[in-house]
């Protein structure tokens, strides 16, 4: 014998075999029993609240998104990306970010984008993983100026005539080195529409990708050959630990004063800052105290990095706290 409450639980059971099981909409259950969407809306819910319906996901990744909860609600970023690369060479890891962040840019870029990209070899990684996808009058502009010829493999226009060529859209190149030898020369070069035209774009970006390079002699921008001894010293004088485009961070996440700024072809951090959307790719143990100032300074939006970083990111901010 059934009662009410079973025949209610039996169309109950009817409704979730035709949902989940036979991969029916809403609107379909609705037309086929002749009950209102709205109320077969209210009869899935219910289903979950009575545990006819147990819903499981199997997550291989839950060990990363554990990580990139703690990384949001630390550092208060939009989102993070953190990739398990287990015990690869940086190399490998390089690619794998890159993946991670073509997947994450044809999510975020959308018809009518300006994409700033800067120099690094991570940007690099990114250029060489990039796959096409479409985009209406996609856009995409260095950040900063040429690197030189030791720079050759990662500097931005080449990571953004990739990165253009391989989504057939309109690219802008920055003819101008990033560096120059005095504050003379580079507002010289300022003054010239076909390069501070260019920078207008990039700081007028919408989604701008960027790395973060530590203070040290086997960072990037150091092997660049830009600066000498006296500038480096400099830089560690004065408490830099990161740098962000043309602009150099301490431990608080502050931009510092350097003298050298003032010869430099590029955008700033605080330009940066006001892109809407800001996505950073830095990785290695090298690079702990200057991924995590850059958060401290509340400069980017989304970080992708792998997981071992994201470990140690946050046992450095814990163990040093800003002074």
């Not at 400099?234 to 010869?263: P, Q, Y």
């Not at 700033?268 to 200057?290: C, F, H, N, P, R």
């Not at 980017?300 to 706290?321: C, M, Q, R, Y």
Request: with cysteine; aromatic share 6%; proline share 2%.
């Amino acid at each position: 014998m059934t009662n009410i409450a079973d025949e209610r639980k039996r169309l109950l059971i009817k409704v979730c075999n035709y949902y989940y099981i036979d991969g029916l909409n809403q609107q379909e259950i609705s037309d086929k029993l002749g009950i209102s969407r709205p109320q077969i809306s209210r009869m899935l819910s219910q289903a979950k609240t009575e545990g006819i319906v147990n819903i499981t996901i199997k997550n291989p990744y839950s060990e990363e998104e554990k990580y990139e909860k703690e990384l949001i609600k630390t550092f208060g970023i939009q989102a993070a990306v953190v990739i398990d690369t287990a015990e690869a060479k940086q190399e490998e890891v390089n690619r794998c970010l890159g993946d991670s962040a073509t997947v994450l840019l044809e999510s975020m870029l959308k018809d009518n984008s300006v994409l700033g990209i800067m120099a690094g070899i991570s940007m690099n990684s990114v250029s060489e993983e990039m796959v096409y996808f479409q985009r209406k009058n996609l856009s995409i502009v260095p950040l900063v100026g040429g690197w030189g010829p030791d720079g050759e493999r990662w500097q931005a226009n080449l990571n953004v005539s990739n990165i253009g060529e391989k989504l057939r859209c309109k690219y802008l190149q920055l003819n101008a080195p990033a560096f120059v030898a005095s504050k003379k020369t580079r507002d010289a070069l300022l003054e010239e529409p076909i390069i501070s035209n260019v920078l207008d774009v990039a700081r007028n970006s919408t989604v701008a990708l960027v790395g973060i390079g530590q203070i040290s002699e086997n960072a990037t921008i150091m092997r660049a050959g830009f600066f000498d001894n006296c500038e480096f010293n400099e830089l560690k004088k004065n408490g830099a630990v990161a740098s962000l485009c043309n602009s150099f961070i301490n431990e608080r996440g502050e931009c510092i004063d350097f003298t050298a700024s003032s010869r430099m072809i590029g955008i700033t951090a605080e330009e940066l800052k006001k892109i809407t959307q800001v996505i950073a790719i830095a990785s290695g143990d090298e690079k702990i105290s200057a991924i995590t100032a850059v958060l401290r300074g509340g400069w980017i939006d989304v970080l992708i990095t792998n997981l071992s970083t994201a470990k140690e990111i946050l046992k450095w901010h814990k163990l040093n706290p800003a002074k």
